[in-house]
């Protein structure tokens, strides 16, 4: 699944600033799930648009629409019949979802309402996880489930000095993973 975050209202609004009317385009995907785009997002999203208008003295006319994915065409064609009436669109889909819509309508500007994350699953209601940096290249078959992108990504924080593996049942796996992760040879201990 794709996780993201609704951008800051400031941000979103210093975007908009030079419409008077927008679609809020949510989508039935990923960001549902995650709580970023939803048609609860766009709900919430639209008033405080609208509050933050009113509070300018100025007025925004808002489109709510929550289509069942934004990554797909036959979902964005029932937006053809209102578009040309709105000069903008705001979608709160993920960066695939956006990219594709303002490649659809490419007469409007396609303002991104969210920050794609990363790919990840659900470990508990609110907390996802990255599982997944869609690098191309997947060797999970062979390295028991484990990424080795994600450990070369790991060792390159500041502070992190070392990985637990626990490749249960995949014990013949480690030695690959540790040499596709580069963390062969092992340094020098001081």
């Given at each position: 699944m794709i996780i993201a975050?609704?951008?800051?209202?400031?941000?979103?609004?210093?975007m908009i600033d030079g419409y008077d009317k927008i679609i809020v385009a949510g989508c039935k995907g990923?960001?549902?799930?995650?709580?970023?785009?939803?048609?609860?997002?766009?709900?919430?999203?639209?008033?405080?648009?609208?509050?933050?208008?009113?509070t300018q003295g100025r007025s925004l006319e808002i489109?709510?629409?929550?289509?069942?994915r934004q990554c797909?065409?036959?979902?964005?064609?029932?937006?053809?019949?209102?578009?040309?009436?709105?000069?903008?669109i705001?979608?709160?889909?993920?960066?695939?979802?956006?990219?594709f819509v303002a490649e659809k309508f490419r007469k409007h500007p396609v303002l991104p309402g969210v920050n794609t994350q990363f790919i990840g699953v659900t470990e508990e209601q609110g907390?996802?996880?990255?599982?997944?940096?869609?690098?191309?290249?997947?060797?999970?078959?062979?390295?028991g489930g484990i990424c080795v992108e994600q450990i070369q990504r790991l060792r390159k924080i500041e502070g992190v000095?070392?990985?637990?593996?626990?490749?249960?049942?995949?014990e013949d796996a480690v030695h690959t993973i540790v040499?596709?992760?580069?963390?062969l040879p092992r340094p020098e201990a001081k």
């Open positions: 975050e609704g951008k800051p209202i400031k941000e979103i609004l210093a990923c960001v549902t799930v995650c709580s970023a785009g939803g048609e609860k997002e766009v709900s919430i999203l639209s008033s405080a648009l609208r509050l933050a208008r009113q489109k709510e629409v929550t289509l069942e797909d065409t036959e979902y964005l064609e029932p937006m053809r019949e209102y578009a040309d009436q709105y000069p903008a705001l979608s709160l889909a993920c960066g695939a979802g956006i990219q907390v996802w996880t990255e599982r997944c940096q869609s690098c191309g290249n997947c060797m999970l078959d062979r390295t000095h070392g990985i637990h593996l626990m490749a249960i049942e995949w040499e596709r992760a580069g963390l």
